[in-house]
């Protein structure tokens, strides 16, 4: 006989009624409910609210586990989710893991806002995505007091279409790791307030955001930084400048300013390995006294060996160019190229015949988006082939209708693989994407990966 007590007699009736229903042992009832409970938590809204209904015991799980509360995706009619927002909070225990407003309509006022974040179950709440276009007028006063409330135990924060107020430059956040700014009003005492209140900050994004002229960065967390200034004229100073005078831990730096004429100086950054660079781009990225605007090298005094992963947005196909910036990146490891337009001829045997003696290309993988298989392309492309001694793995993508056994073996020939100069290198054509969307990252957690280029 069995030894136990009542609760090993549930989980053997739990177990039981699993059997009955062809599903096997239930063992994952036989959790504890606190596990059940951050697993819940992880759900969807409307998925972990759905676990009422799996069994008795589940009922009051999805109630006392911390509330994942995103609107997104909980009504089919905009004027429905005031109504399920409220009932939701009001059933639920708290605390608060997550809430995430929709970017755009709003179809509740401020003081209903209000009420939501000053609910026991959003209490202690880790993450919070708020959203309320400045067209709406969302008020000062509720916006700090809502941060307020929350800057103790936030861990990630999203801000978006918000003014924030200068009350925020008494504020500590002590457990904030990820912080996006979007399209948000701030002042420039006021931003580096907060980022200095941020003594774990790893990940800031900055996309679009006005009211200040320069960011610096003193930071020992930081691993990740991505801004976007604004191109078109908004009330208040532009975004000019970013200084990162001290980042010991940086690891990422993505500077997605296209038509803005940013200035980004880089000083103490010894584990900066990822970087993206834009050939149309007026903005400047300054390593001390070495200047590269767009993706063209102006000035190579130095050399800055922690790069190692590199993406290039060239509107035109040049070898030349990346051949600088390999000059400016000697320990450059992974090379991701999306052009546009084929460009010069790149023939490269005989003026770059030097470079090929005396600079070891270290690079072990390169990622070409939008291979045609032109002259230029292939000229380009068969520099690497034969000279990339280190290579590993070299991907090409290539058109839907190119994709057939006559393209590919011509080009296979033409690229002269057979040739190749690491003979373990791997080749690929495919046709989906191979590059990351770079200028569609809206996600901190897009941008925060040891590769934030691969796709």
Same mark, same amino acid.
């Given at each position: 006989?069995?030894?136990?007590?009542?609760?090993?007699?549930?989980?053997?009736?739990?177990?039981?009624?699993?059997?009955?229903?062809?599903?096997?042992?239930?063992?994952?009832?036989?959790?504890?409910?606190?596990?059940?409970?951050?697993?819940?938590?992880?759900?969807?809204?409307?998925?972990?609210?759905?676990?009422?209904?799996?069994?008795?015991?589940?009922?009051?799980?999805?109630?006392?586990?911390? /509330?994942?509360?995103?609107?997104?995706?909980?009504?089919?009619?905009?004027?429905?989710?005031?109504?399920?927002?409220?009932?939701?909070?009001?059933?639920?225990?708290?605390?608060?893991?997550?809430?995430?407003?929709?970017?755009?309509?709003?179809?509740?006022?401020?003081?209903?806002?209000?009420?939501?974040?000053?609910?026991?179950?959003?209490?202690?709440?880790?993450?919070?995505?708020?959203?309320?276009?400045?067209?709406?007028?969302?008020?000062?006063?509720?916006?700090?007091?809502?941060?307020?409330?929350?800057?103790?135990?936030?861990?990630?924060?999203?801000?978006?279409?918000?003014?924030?107020?200068?009350?925020?430059?008494?504020?500590?956040?002590?457990?904030?790791?990820?912080?996006?700014?979007?399209?948000?009003?701030?002042?420039?005492?006021?931003?580096?307030?907060?980022?200095?209140?941020?003594?774990?900050?790893?990940?800031?994004?900055?996309?679009?955001?006005?009211?200040?002229?320069?960011?610096?960065?003193?930071?020992?967390?930081?691993?990740?930084?991505?801004?976007?200034?604004?191109?078109?004229?908004?009330?208040?100073?532009?975004?000019?400048?970013?200084?990162?005078?001290?980042?010991?831990?940086?690891?990422?730096?993505?500077?997605?300013?296209?038509?803005?004429?940013?200035?980004?100086?880089?000083?103490?950054?010894?584990?900066?390995?990822?970087?993206?660079?834009?050939?149309?781009?007026?903005?400047?990225?300054?390593?001390?006294?070495?200047?590269?605007?767009?993706?063209?090298?102006?000035?190579?005094?130095?050399?800055?060996?922690?790069?190692?992963?590199?993406?290039?947005?060239?509107?035109? /196909?040049?070898?030349?160019?990346?051949?600088?910036?390999?000059?400016?990146?000697?320990?450059?490891?992974?090379?991701?190229?999306?052009?546009? %337009?084929?460009?010069?001829?790149?023939?490269?045997?005989?003026?770059?015949?030097?470079?090929?003696?005396?600079?070891?290309?270290?690079?072990?993988?390169?990622?070409?988006?939008?291979y045609w298989g032109i002259r230029s392309q292939i000229n380009f492309v068969t520099f690497f082939v034969l000279n990339a001694s280190a290579l590993e793995s070299m991907t090409l993508r290539?058109?839907?209708?190119?994709?057939?056994?006559?393209?590919?073996?011509?080009?296979?020939?033409?690229?002269? /693989?057979?040739?190749?100069?690491?003979?373990?290198?791997?080749?690929?054509?495919?046709?989906?994407?191979?590059?990351?969307?770079?200028?569609?990252?809206?996600?901190?957690?897009?941008? %925060?990966?040891?590769?934030?280029?691969?796709?």
């Amino acid at each position: 006989m069995e030894a136990g007590g009542p609760s090993s007699g549930r989980r053997r009736r739990r177990r039981r009624v699993g059997e009955v229903h062809g599903g096997g042992t239930d063992r994952i009832s036989d959790l504890p409910d606190d596990v059940l409970g951050e697993i819940i938590s992880l759900l969807p809204t409307k998925e972990g609210a759905r676990t009422q209904i799996l069994a008795s015991r589940w009922r009051h799980l999805w109630r006392s586990a911390p /509330l994942n509360l995103d609107f997104r995706g909980l009504v089919n009619r905009e004027d429905e989710l005031a109504g399920v927002v409220s009932r939701i909070l009001s059933s639920h225990q708290g605390p608060g893991r997550r809430f995430c407003t929709p970017r755009r309509p709003i179809s509740y006022g401020a003081d209903t806002l209000d009420a939501w974040l000053r609910s026991p179950a959003v209490a202690n709440l880790e993450e919070l995505y708020l959203c309320y276009p400045t067209a709406y007028h969302l008020p000062v006063q509720l916006l700090s007091e809502s941060i307020s409330r929350f800057s103790t135990t936030l861990c990630g924060a999203t801000i978006t279409s918000c003014q924030l107020p200068d009350v925020l430059q008494g504020l500590q956040f002590p457990n904030l790791k990820q912080l996006t700014l979007e399209e948000v009003r701030i002042s420039e005492c006021s931003l580096q307030h907060m980022i200095a209140g941020c003594p774990v900050l790893e990940c800031l994004m900055i996309h679009e955001s006005f009211g200040f002229s320069c960011v610096r960065i003193n930071s020992v967390s930081l691993r990740s930084i991505s801004v976007r200034a604004q191109y078109y004229w908004r009330d208040g100073p532009e975004f000019k400048q970013l200084e990162i005078d001290n980042a010991p831990s940086l690891e990422s730096l993505l500077q997605l300013v296209f038509r803005s004429h940013l200035h980004v100086s880089v000083n103490f950054t010894p584990k900066l390995e990822s970087l993206y660079c834009h050939s149309y781009s007026p903005a400047k990225i300054m390593f001390g006294s070495t200047v590269i605007q767009g993706a063209k090298i102006y000035s190579l005094t130095t050399a800055v060996h922690s790069i190692k992963i590199l993406a290039v947005d060239m509107g035109i /196909l040049s070898l030349d160019t990346v051949i600088d910036l390999m000059k400016c990146f000697p320990s450059l490891e992974k090379l991701y190229i999306q052009t546009s %337009n084929s460009g010069p001829n790149n023939l490269w045997l005989r003026k770059h015949k030097k470079l090929i003696r005396c600079h070891d290309i270290r690079l072990k993988k390169i990622v070409f988006e939008w291979y045609w298989g032109i002259r230029s392309q292939i000229n380009f492309v068969t520099f690497f082939v034969l000279n990339a001694s280190a290579l590993e793995s070299m991907t090409l993508r290539i058109q839907d209708r190119d994709y057939n056994e006559k393209f590919l073996a011509e080009h296979r020939r033409k690229l002269q /693989l057979e040739n190749r100069a690491s003979r373990g290198a791997r080749f690929q054509f495919i046709t989906n994407m191979c590059v990351r969307n770079i200028r569609e990252i809206k996600d901190i957690h897009d941008f %925060n990966l040891p590769d934030p280029f691969a796709c």
